[in-house]
């Protein structure tokens, strides 16, 4: 079995920083793409940033300049910095990856089970 855990969320005031992790663990041969999304009250889930394995990275237009998402290929995690965070970002953060497990070498889209993130004074 493959599972995605997340880590880092929490409260945070407007402005302020929190970064996030998610560990892949499992029979694990290799990792393509890993992704954060995230999805507001009332609102559709939404990617937030994504990152191949090989670093190339994209972010939703709305988070640039403000996150940053990493990967650490040695560990199977991937991370992201979140800064100068506002009330709009507070949501329940997703890791998601696609996952090569070792004996099918066949992929896997894999989800975590979310992280709260909640930006306020």
């Known amino acids: 079995q493959v599972q995605l855990v997340e880590s880092g969320g929490g409260l945070v005031q407007p402005g302020g920083s929190l970064r996030l992790s998610c560990a892949a663990s499992g029979s694990i041969f290799s990792i393509n793409f890993m992704a954060w999304h995230r999805q507001a009250p009332g609102k559709q889930r939404e990617l937030v940033a994504a990152?191949?394995?090989?670093?190339?990275?994209n972010y939703a237009d709305s988070v640039k300049g403000r996150f940053t998402i990493s990967r650490d290929n040695a560990k199977n995690t991937v991370y992201l910095q979140m800064n100068s965070l506002k009330p709009e970002d507070t949501a329940v953060y997703y890791c998601?990856?696609?996952?090569?497990?070792?004996?099918?070498?066949?992929?896997?889209?894999?989800w975590g089970q979310g992280t709260l993130v909640t930006v306020s004074s």
């Open positions: 998601n990856a696609e996952v090569v497990r070792e004996v099918s070498r066949w992929p896997l889209n894999k």
């Open positions: 990152i191949t394995s090989g670093g190339s990275t």
